[in-house]
């Protein structure tokens, strides 16, 4: 089954692949309506937490990736797609968990500008840095031929154009973009969810019949993430919304992205492309229980713990 899984390609069927980089880049140009250069004067005024959430992100996060690729040892593609999603920047979501988490929600602002700026370079060397070193998933990297300048290439496409275009409107136009910023980040994001749909919908028989394989280790992962995150921020003695926010831009990867360039470089690579969807999926479910954890389910489990 490994070797099946290693030779699934799942497909967008026709136009798919412009559509997700589209919307996409739609959902970016809606993020950075709402940044302004104060919030990066303010990361420079203090720039210890948001230091300590870019290395857990962008170096912890991917040496973790590849110690717990190291103990598992997934089939080949499949870890492919966790150093992928490893390599990822934060989801746009993962300002309102911060938000519902009552974690520091200008942190959490301050850390998207600066991963999406940092995924524009760091994205395509940490994948391929990390899965270089694991000598299953080099094998296929070496079969494909990865073209990096491309990678770069569609990464600023769709990350860096957009979010230039979104602070420069910002920044001339501010009352424009505060009041079109909800609606263009509300359209992209159902015409993204919208297509995923479609798209589960036409690989239906695959994801059933793989899935099992990539469940367990998306919860690990993600679990490795959150904690991995709250972790660092704990051993530097941040304030506990500074913990929370970085758990959470650590554990809420951008998936959409990693999937987007799954399709345009490894023509939907099975193994790849489920358990970087897959992660999509429950790490929306994992960011609401630990928001509601952090929220409210803290104090009242510890209330019933009080009284019994």
Request: proline residues 3%; neutral net charge; hydrophobic residues 55%.
């Amino acid at each position: 089954m490994t070797e099946s899984i290693d030779a699934l390609q799942l497909n967008l069927g026709e136009g798919g692949l412009m559509v997700m980089n589209v919307s996409l880049a739609v959902i970016m140009f809606g993020v950075a309506l709402e940044l302004t250069i104060q919030d990066f004067k303010d990361i420079a005024k203090n720039p210890k937490s948001t230091l300590i959430g870019s290395f857990s992100q962008f170096l912890l996060l991917p040496f973790l990736t590849f110690v717990l690729v190291w103990l598992m040892q997934p089939a080949p593609s499949v870890a492919l797609g966790m150093f992928m999603v490893a390599a990822c920047p934060g989801g746009n979501i993962s300002n309102f968990f911060s938000l519902l988490a009552k974690g520091n929600a200008a942190l959490s602002v301050s850390m998207t500008a600066i991963a999406t700026l940092l995924a524009i370079v760091m994205t395509p060397l940490n994948f391929t840095f990390w899965a270089g070193l694991y000598s299953p998933t080099n094998a296929i990297l070496q079969e494909i031929s990865l073209d990096l300048g491309k990678v770069f290439e569609i990464i600023v496409l769709i990350l860096g154009i957009p979010l230039v275009l979104g602070m420069i409107v910002r920044h001339f136009k501010s009352n424009v973009a505060e009041k079109i910023s909800p609606w263009i980040k509300g359209f992209g994001v159902i015409f993204f969810a919208g297509f995923v749909i479609v798209a589960f919908w036409t690989n239906f028989d695959n994801f059933i019949a793989y899935v099992q394989f990539v469940l367990l280790l998306v919860f690990i992962h993600n679990a490795v993430a959150l904690t991995s995150g709250y972790g660092l921020a704990r051993a530097f003695n941040l304030p506990e919304a500074d913990r929370r926010s970085i758990s959470i831009e650590t554990g809420i990867q951008n998936s959409g992205l990693g999937l987007l360039l799954i399709f345009n470089f490894f023509d939907g690579l099975g193994g790849m492309a489920l358990i970087t969807a897959w992660w999509g999926i429950w790490h929306i479910l994992a960011g609401m229980s630990l928001g509601w954890y952090w929220s409210v389910g803290k104090k009242s489990i510890q209330r019933v713990i009080t009284n019994a």
